[in-house]
């Protein structure tokens, strides 16, 4: 009988140097000799990816942003450097290893170059090389679309790269090594007493994602479709990490689950714009055409038949956001107004669900503290509010213990 598969994620961080990157190398080939089939996905070594997205802007004569193409391409790079010397690492241990590129695993993906989707994952050769009983190292965050060119995932993508092989190859986890021990029900940079999550449901972990907490959403998104347990935990850490599996598996007496944060966030108001059927669509319809996602969104009471309509889009966006706009030739208004240096904080809990009174709890233990919320939106699961990033730490430690997170 074949051994369990088991997929493990290394990030950037666990693999920074070479010397992390041997221990990284022992490390899997102890899960080997456990009696499993490790499956290694790994991100670029450190910060190379900014690196390469550094360089690419840098070569660039005028305004314009890099070749989309040519940029996937350079940036799949280095996950490669990092598989590869992984590899001859291991094999030096005198394992039998094989790294596979992105398209060389069968990773197939759609056409959007940046923020490309797994389309399929042809296991075939995977399955070839785990069959010789060899250690499989893939690069991370990169595909192959159906022009033969390389695509990548997103940045964070390789999160999303380890949940697609654990659900094509059936395997029993996914493991997720990181920089921190696990998932915390708040930043414990921001919260001293913020406690580490034994096990969270993926709806939870999906808002918790999102809004700012270490993995790539889709990667949670990926997980729930295909129940694929994962598991978070510190590289270089003996500690318990945090399991994320289905609803009921998990410890559910808490209603809160926990804060997340998500500093990243800039404004746009567009001033004194019409108020007629389709308004809101004809601002955001080009922005979700160009792959911008909106978040909180915000339109005032009319006043003489004129609007003003505010939303919140990621600090990285904020300028092409305002620039596509600008663009629009059909949308009449005074002005548009954009800023940066806000925050989302955002209660989240699926035991929210049906019971009233979080959001007034919120908003009161907010108010106390005399922090202004700019924007509110909420879900069954989660209550966001938008504020001025330098409000954010009074802000979380107030409603880490307003809701007793604290506590177990
Ligand atoms: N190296 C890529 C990035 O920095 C992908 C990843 O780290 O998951 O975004
Ligand atoms: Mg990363």
Partial sequence: MRNKIVVQKYGGTSIGDVDKLKLIAKKVVEKKSEGFSPVVVVSAMGKTTDQLVEMSEKVIFNETEPDLREKDTLLSTGELVSATLLAMSIKSLGQDVISLSGPQAGIFTDQIHGSARISDINTERMMNEINKNKILIIAGFQGINTEGDITTLG??????????????????????????????????????????????????????????????????????????????????????????????????????????????????????????????????????????????????????????FSFSVSDDDLQRAYEILMDQKNLDFEEIIKGKGFAKISLVGTGMQNAPGYATEMFNALGKKEINIEMITTSEIRITCLINEKDVNVAVNALHSTFELDKE
């Fill in 155 to 308: 940045r964070g993508g390789s999160d999303t790269t380890a949940v697609a092989l654990a659900a094509a190859l059936r395997a029993d986890v996914c493991e997720i090594f990181t920089d921190v021990e696990g998932i915390y029900t708040t930043d414990p940079r921001v919260v001293s007493t913020a406690r580490k999550i034994d096990y969270i449901n993926y709806e939870d972990m999906l808002e918790m994602a999102v809004l700012g907490a270490k993995m790539h959403p889709r990667s949670i998104e990926l997980a729930s479709v295909y129940n694929v347990p994962v598991y978070v935990a510190g590289t270089f850490s003996e500690t318990k990490g945090t399991l994320i599996v289905k609803g009921e598996n998990m410890e559910n007496n808490k209603t809160v689950t926990g804060i997340a944060i998500d500093k990243n966030v800039s404004k746009i108001t567009v001033k004194k714009i019409k108020n007629v059927p389709g308004t809101a669509a004809s601002i955001l319809k080009p922005l979700s055409d160009r792959s911008i996602s909106i978040d909180v969104i915000v339109q005032n009471i009319p006043m003489d038949g004129y609007i003003d």
